[in-house]
T-cell receptor, first 109, second 111 residues
Framework: KQEVTQIPAALSVPEGENLVLNCSFT??????LQWFRQDPGKGLTSLLL?????REQTSGRLNASLDKSSGRSTLYIAASQPGDSATYLC????????FGAGTTVTVRA | SQTIHQWPATLVQPVGSPLSLECTVE??????LYWYRQAAGRGLQLLFYSVGIGQISSEVPQNLSASRPQDRQFILSSKKLLLSDSGFYLC??????????FGPGTRLTVT
């Protein structure tokens, strides 16, 4: 059974600092890994999708890396802003999406 | 572009009452469709998925059921709600590359 862990559970940083969010998974036989953002009371917004054959994906200030052999992914958010405050979820797809519990980020102005 | 709708946005129902949540997708054909539940303080749990009309797979045995009467419509139902059914219900649609896109969710409170 796939287990996805996200550390830390919560993170508070001053505006402008870079964010590093970690995700680990137990079974490396995945098709892809997806990072999501969830604002309070809202649905999930897809941020980045990394196929199993890829090492990283970038979108604006966001960069996600994938090391499938070690079962790890990292989401980097450069020059954080208060608008980046949200919960960030990673999910891996083998035959279904398995989610981590998320990292709740607070960016202080 | 593709859009996914869910309604209602919020719902308060008494224990033992029936439930019907609806999800519709626009702008794509024959999508894979999914129902998830997010309970307070817990991660997302896959409840049902569907690869086509009338084709439903259940991931977790419970008093909920799902149906797909049309290509882009997915319905979550219950005949009698339990307190433990409270949560945030999310519908999602998936692409051939297994990327999933989520709807705005329905907050269900069973009293």
């Amino acid at each position: 059974k796939q287990e996805v862990t996200q550390i830390p559970a919560a993170l508070s940083v001053p505006e402008g600092e870079n964010l590093v969010l970690n995700c680990s998974f137990t079974d490396s036989a995945i098709y892809n890994l997806q990072w999501f953002r969830q604002d309070p009371g809202k649905g999930l917004t897809s941020l980045l999708l990394i196929q199993s054959s890829q090492r990283e994906q970038t979108s604006g200030r966001l960069n996600a890396s994938l090391d499938k052999s070690s079962g790890r992914s990292t989401l980097y958010i450069a020059a954080s802003q208060p608008g980046d405050s949200a919960t960030y979820l990673c999910a891996v797809y083998d035959y279904k999406l398995s989610f981590g519990a998320g990292t709740t980020v607070t960016v202080r102005a | 572009s593709q859009t996914i709708h869910q309604w209602p946005a919020t719902l308060v129902q008494p224990v033992g009452s029936p439930l019907s949540l609806e999800c519709t997708v626009e702008g794509t054909s024959n999508p894979n469709l999914y129902w998830y539940r997010q309970a307070a303080g817990r991660g997302l749990q896959l409840l049902f998925y569907s690869v086509g009309i009338g084709q439903i797979s259940s991931e977790v045995p419970q008093n909920l059921s799902a149906s797909r009467p049309q290509d882009r419509q997915f319905i979550l139902s219950s005949k009698k709600l339990l307190l433990s059914d409270s949560g945030f219900y999310l519908c999602a649609w998936g692409t051939g590359s297994y990327e999933q896109y989520f709807g705005p969710g329905t907050r269900l409170t069973v009293t």
